[in-house]
């Protein structure tokens, strides 16, 4: 049946659907970036204009199931239906599984350069490690799954909620998310912290030292192949594309070691190059440090021959507090020299805002209004000081697989897609 729809060319139509087709639907109308009403029209459309009717649905446990089509095309499918001698039901299941067979899910895209993305700032505490661990996660995600993911202005909320900090919600209006595919990209999570952090939050053993690790391949002394030093993220929300490179605490020893090596800005490169064809993505999170492991990393993240500006790069974490703004200073100012003294391309891939709370008051949101301000880079994301990151840490699993609805969660998402 029908009724009226608020557009002028198009009526409502009610009819069902089996759970299980709907969801197939709703997926791949969000990989093909399309109205689910349209992918309806187009296979009611190509259903009407086949010889015959396909092969039989399964419409066993059929709900209710409403969209908008356009003005007559129900009363012409209804028609053909009877013709065919096909319930309205199982026409309309055929018509939807014709849209989908016609339109299968779409590749994902790989790049034709290994991305690198460098999580960096030399002040600690700020949360580095989180937004390593949350992005590399968010680029992981099941492509053909639908994740809830945060599309609104965020940042503009936030800043209207500070100037009435007693209104302000931790929890996001539910209109601000939207369902979306997964990136499904291949990704490497690599530890360059010599205090293990991001080993230990993901539950991998920290590497043994004097035995094989990055920093033995940074200062030309392997024992054997990287590769073998890799661990899976064993989650099923990641499907076997996540994985990390554990820490050793011998990287608390780089800085010494890389100055007696050649061309040490290019020592990151040189370990980490072979890897670089199994992944789409490398992410590194970077110790609190200026030193000389800041150089190489900040040259591995460096714009490479024939890559897009943006693509690799410095995503810089801070937190709303005067502190993050002098560490920034220093770390951007070691960039750029680092641009100036070696002719490279070195891109700021934005600003993350971590751990932020506007009802910690006046330092928090006129911090926050201070890092919009800057622009270039700008602020890309803005992660809350909520308790499910926490919480993972401490049971020592991913967060988007302990807490995938968290607004946290929702976040890590938003800022996959900034920067991708």
Not at 44 to 54: Q, R, V, Y
């Amino acid at each position: 049946m029908s009724s009226p729809a608020t557009s002028s060319d198009r009526e409502k139509v009610v009819s069902k659907l089996p759970g299980w087709l709907r969801q197939n639907l709703k997926i791949r109308a969000a990989q093909r970036d399309i109205e689910i009403q349209t992918a309806v029209e187009q296979g009611i459309t190509d259903w009407c204009n086949l010889a015959a009717s396909p092969a039989q649905v399964d419409t066993a446990g059929a709900s209710s199931f409403s969209t908008f089509l356009p003005e007559g095309q129900w009363e012409e499918f209804a028609r053909i239906a009877s013709d065919r001698r096909v319930s309205l039901v199982q026409g309309l299941a055929q018509s939807v599984q014709l849209w989908l067979d016609t339109n299968p899910s779409p590749e994902v895209e790989r790049p034709d350069v290994t991305r690198r993305i460098v999580v960096c700032n030399q002040k600690g505490g700020v949360g580095k490690t989180a937004i390593t661990a949350g992005l590399g996660e968010a680029l992981a995600e099941d492509p053909n799954r639908l994740h809830a993911v945060r599309v609104a202005k965020a940042l503009a909320k936030a800043l209207r909620a500070s100037e009435a900090p007693e209104d302000a919600e931790q929890d996001s209006d539910p209109l601000d998310v939207e369902n979306l595919p997964g990136p499904g990209q291949r990704v490497l999570l690599v530890d360059f912290d010599p205090q293990c952090h991001l080993t230990n939050q993901l539950g991998a053993s920290p590497l043994p030292m004097n035995g094989d690790s990055l920093t033995s391949h940074m200062a030309g002394d392997a024992k054997g192949d990287l590769r073998d030093l890799i661990v899976p993220i064993d989650d099923e929300a990641f499907g076997g594309r996540l994985h990390l490179l554990p820490a050793c605490n011998d990287a608390f020893l780089l800085d010494v070691r890389l100055s007696a090596v050649r061309a040490r800005e290019a020592a990151l490169e040189r370990a980490l190059s072979p890897l670089e064809p199994d992944y789409d993505v490398i992410v590194v999170d970077c110790p609190p440090s200026l030193g000389l492991s800041m150089d190489a990393a900040a040259y591995y993240g460096r714009r490479r021959d024939g890559e897009a500006p943006g693509q690799s790069g410095a995503l810089i974490v801070v937190q709303a507090e005067d502190s993050s703004a002098d560490a920034y200073d220093l770390l951007t100012t070691q960039i750029d020299d680092l641009r100036t003294d070696l002719q490279v391309d070195i891109d700021y891939l934005g600003i993350v805002v971590n751990l932020y709370d506007s009802r910690r008051g006046y330092i928090a949101t006129s911090s926050l209004q201070g890092w919009v301000d800057i622009k270039d880079p700008r602020v890309v994301g803005l992660i809350g000081d909520l308790k499910e990151q926490k919480e993972a840490v401490r049971v020592k699993k991913p967060l988007l697989s302990y807490a995938p609805k968290s607004q946290q969660a929702i976040g890590m998402r938003a800022l996959a897609r900034e920067v991708s």
